[in-house]
């Protein structure tokens, strides 16, 4: 009889003490959370780093924090780990659809700031299709710049078009021209340029308007082409082929392929400027 008093007394006291103790820690979980918040909002990153991990050791399904920390890793410039901390959160219970939405988009941000366009178009596609208007134009929008900086201009026109389809007909005229200037500046041959400096030192770099770079291209060609000549004269074939041949068809090729990643450069410089003329009308 003695026995099964002392048994139910621990069973009540075992009961009593972890609701006790979860109470508590509930409490402790939320006060440190608190103090992250502060930390947060008073710029001290990398201690309310520390505490919102913390917060996650002790209640690991705590969104909030898991999107906290992906906040700071994103103001860190560290996608990849922002990327991480936003999927956690999304897969936490308590999350709601809403909060869900406007997590995914900050994923989609990440991934633009990382350049890695597919994973940030695959992540709007994966968006729900009964959107509200504002989130619904955040889609579009963030859907023509992944297919513009992928290069699929006329996909990009479309959503583009989407979003500003309650503009003036003017705007919408502004981006089909901008659209077709993108589309003609990534159709050039830059094959023209590499040809061009194969032909002729430095021509390439002439048509991409680089003068001090095209005349460099010219004078070191042109010099190692008199070396060439001079060796051959007064040391012979063989010497000529050995020591300054490969030298001279390493710059001559150098300066072709100069001009054609100048060219490129160029190129992708002016569709981005194009892309951002885009923004501006939008």
Do not use: W
């Not at 505490?51 to 969104?63: D, G, T």
């Not at 992944?146 to 981006?175: P, R």
């Not at 390439?204 to 004078?219: C, D, I, P, T, V």
Request: proline share 1%; charged share 20%; glycine share 2%.
């Amino acid at each position: 009889m003695l026995r099964k008093r002392k048994n139910k007394f621990i069973f009540f006291y075992t009961i009593i003490f972890s609701l006790f103790y979860t109470n508590a820690n509930c409490q402790s979980v939320e006060i440190i959370f608190k103090y992250a918040d502060s930390l947060f909002a008073a710029h001290e990153i990398i201690a309310a780093e520390q505490e919102y991990l913390r917060v996650i050791f002790f209640h690991a399904e705590n969104s909030l924090a898991h999107e906290r920390l992906a906040d700071i890793y994103y103001a860190q410039n560290n996608f990849s780990k922002a990327i991480e901390y936003y999927n956690n959160a999304i897969a936490t219970e308590n999350i709601t659809e809403n909060n869900k939405i406007d997590i995914k988009f900050k994923i989609v941000n990440s991934y633009l700031k990382k350049a890695d366009f597919y994973f940030a178009l695959t992540t709007l596609y994966s968006l729900p299709d009964s959107l509200n208007t504002e989130n619904q134009q955040r889609k579009h929008f963030y859907l023509g710049i992944c297919h513009y900086k992928m290069g699929n201009y006329l996909n990009a026109h479309k959503y583009f078009s989407l979003v500003i389809s309650d503009s003036t007909s003017a705007e919408q005229q502004n981006l089909d021209k901008i659209i077709e200037h993108t589309i003609d500046e990534s159709n050039k041959n830059l094959n023209i340029y590499f040809a061009a400096s194969m032909l002729l030192p430095g021509l390439g770099q002439l048509m991409s308007l680089e003068y001090r770079k095209s005349a460099n291209a010219l004078f070191l060609n042109t010099f190692l082409i008199y070396v060439c000549y001079y060796t051959l004269k007064n040391f012979g074939k063989i010497d000529m082929l050995i020591s300054v041949l490969p030298f001279f068809q390493r710059y001559y090729l150098g300066n072709a392929l100069a001009a054609y990643n100048i060219a490129k450069s160029k190129q992708t410089q002016k569709i981005d400027e194009y892309l951002q003329q885009i923004l501006n009308l939008i």
